[in-house]
Nanobody, 119 residues
């Protein structure tokens, strides 16, 4: 049972990246999947969540710029990040909770993927 986050990289302000959270050993369909981020010296914060029922939510700082989606055929949840800002630079993590209606109390965490925003 493993979660794999990928897709991070270096991007200029205003650019885009798509992060992927892929599960192996279990199916993500029945899970709430959340994206979180933690920058050096800062607390981890929730970025976006897709509940097991499909409802999505976003932190205010990313709403309108980030989009979370689920591809059941690929057992993957994506985070499309557009119009990236310097303050979006962070290590991004995905996490899951079975039958979760929200992304509170996540049960399993993947390793992080680094997003660097720099001109």
């Amino acid at each position: 049972v493993q979660l794999q986050a990928s897709g991070g990289g270096l991007v200029q302000p205003g650019g885009s990246l798509r992060l992927s959270c892929t599960a192996s050993g279990f199916t993500l369909d029945d899970y709430a999947v959340g994206w979180f981020r933690q920058a050096p010296g800062k607390e981890r914060e929730g970025v976006s969540c897709i509940a097991s029922g499909g409802m999505t939510s976003y932190a205010g700082s990313v709403r309108g710029r980030f989009t979370i989606s689920r591809d059941k055929s690929k057992n993957t949840v994506y985070l499309q990040m557009n119009n990236l800002k310097l303050e979006d630079a962070s290590v991004y993590y995905c996490a899951t909770r079975k039958w979760g209606s929200s992304c509170a109390g996540m049960e399993s965490w993947g390793q992080g993927t680094l997003v660097t925003v720099s001109s």
